[in-house]
């Protein structure tokens, strides 16, 4: 072991090839516990998203998974309404679900125009179009694309 002077509080580091202390080996089982719950919290905010956009009769919703596409979200969500008045309602049943559900007060984009809503709950991304402005975005066909991992930027 050896001691960073780079760091202000000088945190002792591990030489590479060396064994890991006791309390290491539990972060990293700590932290593998914490990633399985965000999934398991995922999948939840998933379903609960997909549910309340069939109650509210959402058109064409498409679910994009974007695990190791982008650090931004774990889903993508994309649904059409069928008039400015349509996205407006159905955006706001969602952010209304979700914060009901325990998910927290998600992010809202766009609600007054009624024309694209973009609601940012963290793991799961949702964009709710009226169908003439998705046609002319086309996000899902960009983000549901499967890129090789060399050509990816980081």
């Known amino acids: 072991m050896f001691l960073s002077r780079q760091s202000p509080d000088l945190k002792v580091q591990q030489k590479p090839g060396a064994a890991k202390p006791a309390g290491a080996v539990r972060k990293a ?19 609960l998203v997909l549910e309340s ?24 969500v994309v649904a059409s309404g069928r008039s400015q008045r349509h996205v407006g309602a159905v955006a706001d049943h969602l952010v209304r679900r979700l914060k009901d559900a325990g998910f927290g007060t998600a992010q809202v984009e766009g609600l007054k125009q009624g024309d694209w809503v973009l609601i940012d709950g963290g793991d799961v991304v ?5 169908p003439e402005v998705r046609e002319f975005y086309r996000l899902e066909k960009m983000w549901s694309a499967d890129i090789p991992a060399d050509q990816l930027a980081v």
Do not use: N, W, Y
């Open 53 to 76: 956009l069939e109650e509210d009769k959402a058109e064409d919703v498409v679910s994009i998974d974007l695990t190791g596409k982008t650090p931004i979200a774990d889903h993508m």
């Open 126 to 130: 949702v964009h709710v179009f009226r």
């Open 29 to 47: 089982a700590a932290s593998k516990t914490k990633q399985a719950a965000d999934t398991g919290k995922s999948s939840q905010m998933l379903a």
